[in-house]
T-cell receptor
Framework: GGIITQTPKFLIGQEGQKLTLKCQQN?????MYWYRQDSGKGLRLIYY???????QKGDLSEGYDASREKKSSFSLTVTSAQKNEMAVFLC???????????FGEGTRLSVL | GDSVTQTEGPVTVSESESLIINCTYS????????LFWYVRYPGEGLQLLLK?????QKGSSRGFEATYNKETTSFHLQKASVQESDSAVYYC???????????FGTGTTVSVSP
């Protein structure tokens, strides 16, 4: 079976720091996603990509960059971490955009 | 726009009682909405519970059921008799042709007491 691996599982940063989160999938899925999960706000789409080297902005893309250099990997960069920011970042992938994505276990971010 | 609204939690029920989590959607840019329920059990990742892609159809999994009602734009999740192991956070989601990616509700935390 396949797996979606997110690294790191926990990330502690300093205010203003640039932080990178990584995601790998071995399902050979075309589409990959980054969602942010805040308590009481559900999952909000940051970026998605429908194929290698493609990037599409979600509702929450400001303050983030993304990169899809290979079909199997999708990275997300927080360009300048905000003080007291706490959230879980979820990576997901699916064969097509209209299919139910599979999710990784998440990266929990804390900014001091 | 496209959106999902679901029951605000937390919801507490006793074991063997029935559970319903309401979900309604708005799909203005999605030609053929697909509806999903995801679940996150304590200590685990988010996983698909059930999905329905055709209006009027019912999906079921692990004793849960949800019917896609196009007239009322609803996709309520129900279980007749819950168990302690059903304690989790449940998310309703909307996707489909024309959509960018799944749109999620805010999640409903369910606690089942023994």
């Amino acid at each position: 079976g396949g797996i979606i691996t997110q690294t790191p599982k926990f990330l502690i940063g300093q205010e203003g720091q640039k932080l990178t989160l990584k995601c790998q999938q071995n399902f050979n899925h075309d589409t990959m996603y980054w969602y942010r999960q805040d308590s009481g706000k559900g999952l909000r789409l940051i970026y998605y990509s429908i194929t290698e080297n493609d990037l599409q902005k979600g509702d929450l893309s400001e303050g983030y960059d993304a990169s899809r250099e290979k079909k199997s990997s999708f990275s997300l960069t927080v360009t300048s971490a905000q003080k007291n920011e706490m959230a879980v970042f979820l990576c997901a992938s699916s064969r097509r955009r209209d299919e139910a994505p599979l999710f990784g276990e998440g990266t929990r971010l804390s900014v001091l | 726009g496209d959106s999902v609204t679901q029951t605000e939690g937390p919801v507490t029920v006793s074991e063997s009682e029935s559970l319903i989590i309401n979900c309604t959607y708005s799909a203005t840019s999605i030609a053929y909405p697909n509806l999903f329920w995801y679940v996150r059990y304590p200590g685990e990742g988010l996983q698909l519970l059930l999905k329905v892609i055709t209006a009027g159809q019912k999906g079921s999994s692990r004793g849960f059921e949800a019917t896609y009602n196009k007239e009322t734009t609803s996709f309520h999740l129900q279980k007749a008799s819950v168990q302690e192991s059903d304690s989790a956070v449940y998310y309703c989601a909307l996707g489909g042709q024309g959509g960018r990616a799944l749109i999620f509700g805010t999640g409903t935390t369910v606690s089942v007491s023994p």
